[in-house]
């Protein structure tokens, strides 16, 4: 069992940064954020495995910047010029044997 742990997440004005950190029980090949914004579905933030390979949405390229350190277990996600779309609930995830694993979640909230 797999556990995730998210932190970082505040309140902050546009154009205001953050950075999230998630942190991993297991060393995870595959890493990722996904968000929640409130009325809309899960959208897919970037991904990042172990050799530093780098998935991230078209529309957030320039703006966030994921990262992991794989000593520590730990996946980041710097999130620049934040914009009041940015507002959402900011999950870690991961899986194995294409079986899901999700943090708790840690929230965004820009104004």
């Known amino acids: 069992h797999v556990q995730l742990v998210e932190s970082g997440g505040g309140s902050v004005q546009a154009g205001g940064s953050l950075r999230l950190s998630c942190v991993a029980s297991?060393?995870?090949?595959?890493m990722g954020w996904f968000r929640q914004a409130p009325g809309k579905e899960r959208e897919a933030v970037a991904t990042?495995?172990?050799?530093?390979?780098?998935t991230m949405a078209d529309s957030l390229e320039g703006r966030f910047t994921i990262s992991r350190d794989n000593g520590k277990r730990m996946m980041y996600l710097q999130m620049d010029s934040l914009r009041p779309e940015d507002t959402g609930l900011y999950h870690c995830?991961?899986?194995?044997?294409?079986?899901?694993?999700w943090g708790q979640g840690t929230q965004v909230t820009v104004s």
């Open positions: 990042i495995n172990n050799e530093g390979a780098i």
């Open positions: 995830t991961t899986s194995i044997r294409l079986v899901p694993y």
């Open positions: 297991h060393a995870m090949y595959t």
